[in-house]
T-cell receptor, first 113, second 114 residues
Framework: DVKVTQSSRYLVKRTGEKVFLECVQD?????MFWYRQDPGLGLRLIYF???????EKGDIPEGYSVSREKKERFSLILESASTNQTSMYLC????????????FGPGTRLTVT | AQSVAQPEDQVNVAEGNPLTVKCTYS??????LFWYVQYPNRGLQFLLK??????LVKGSYGFEAEFNKSQTSFHLKKPSALVSDSALYFC????????????FGGGTRLMVKP
């Protein structure tokens, strides 16, 4: 079974703090993704990585950065957290190739106060 | 550009009745279509996908979906709903010209009443 794990299920941070969200997958997938999920908006792609040290911006990259130093690990960084970044964050991974489905982690519910 | 629409925010169905969750899409090339389910406080789980071939695709937990190219639709169906099917369902599309990025619909909440 594919396992995608995220470092925290729930996180509360203050405005202006730097926040790190970690994601690890154990299936040797080339692709890794970070999404945020908000009610009525579905999932929106923040960043995508197709290889170590490679990244592409998704639909809503502003206020976020990412790091992929190892194939199995993909980190999302909020440089200076703001209240409008309160959301559910989902990590996913997949094999390279359009026909492959993505496998998701359990999500991190981040609250910024 | 690729897009997907789920026109219903919520679908209510009685246990034992058939269910349909609707999805329509727009792509410039050929579509790859996916359905995912999300149970409370969990990540998304893959249900089924259409890549090519037979228009009726069978997936996990007795779900199936029908690809209709002329109507650009990929509706999720199940012949007999269970209370445990109550969850949030997402349709997603990828244009075969658009690399690896998926576009998700807004989600449909399925409520199955006993």
């Amino acid at each position: 079974d594919v396992k995608v794990t995220q470092s925290s299920r729930y996180l509360v941070k203050r405005t202006g703090e730097k926040v790190f969200l970690e994601c690890v997958q154990d299936m040797d997938h080339e692709n890794m993704f970070w999404y945020r999920q908000d009610p009525g908006l579905g999932l929106r792609l923040i960043y995508f990585s197709y290889d170590v040290k490679m990244k592409e911006k998704g639909d809503i990259p502003e206020g976020y950065s990412v790091s992929r130093e190892k194939k199995e690990r993909f980190s999302l960084i909020l440089e200076s957290a703001s209240t409008n970044q309160t959301s559910m964050y989902l990590c996913a991974s997949s094999f390279r190739g359009s026909s492959y489905e993505q496998y998701f982690g359990p999500g991190t519910r981040l609250t910024v106060t | 550009a690729q897009s997907v629409a789920q026109p219903e925010d919520q679908v209510n169905v009685a246990e034992g009745n058939p269910l349909t969750v609707k999805c329509t899409y727009s792509v410039s090339g050929n579509p790859y279509l996916f359905w995912y389910v999300q149970y409370p406080n969990r990540g998304l789980q893959f249900l089924l996908k259409y890549i090519t071939g037979d228009n009726l695709v069978k997936g996990s937990y007795g779900f199936e979906a029908e690809f209709n190219k002329s109507q650009t639709s990929f509706h999720l169906k199940k012949p007999s709903a269970l209370v445990s099917d109550s969850a949030l369902y997402f349709c997603a599309v990828r244009d075969d010209n658009a690399g690896n990025m998926l576009t998700f619909g807004g989600g449909t909440r399925l409520m199955v009443k006993p």
